[in-house]
């Protein structure tokens, strides 16, 4: 039998600060588990101010400082992205208004489910990962650091409930 894949979209406002980090930092941890296979992973923002952009530099910065790569370039969220992917992790709560104002504009099926990144937080606080974009390195790392820890998580409960739901 063929292994389910589980599809997760990882969304923020720009796409390019926090959910490119996102994306790189939970492949980066599924590979590092022998897991990479079993997702599919990728990133957009609700906003397209950024659109077609690399990531911006200081995410490729501290991201290549931990070992990471990030990969693609900044897309906006699209209406299909509501029905192609598993579940969809929302950086801020604004991120999550946006995205499900958008849902509530299309003919879905439903199957999408809208996560908060933050409920992942095993130090859980702030509901939101703080938005970097016009601070200094300093709010990167925190973000990098905020970011793992909840991937990680992330990554613990997926794969429990790929090992418990029939494939
Ligand atoms: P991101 O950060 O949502 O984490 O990618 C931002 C990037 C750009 C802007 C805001 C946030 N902007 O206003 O251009």
Known sequence: ??????????????????????????????????????????????GAYHTGERPDSRSIAVASNHGVKLYGVARQVTHGDFTDFDVIVAMDRSNRRSLERMRG??????RTEIVMMRDYDPERGNPDVPDPYYGGPHGFERVYRILERCCDRLLDTLTDKQCCEPR
């Open 1 to 46: 039998m063929v292994p389910k894949t589980t599809s997760i979209l990882f969304v923020c406002l720009g796409n390019i600060c926090r959910s490119p980090l996102a994306e790189g930092i939970f492949a980066h941890l599924a590979e590092s588990r022998g897991i990479g296979g079993e997702f599919r992973v990728d990133s957009a923002g609700t």
């Open 105 to 110: 504009h299309g003919a879905y099926n439903g």
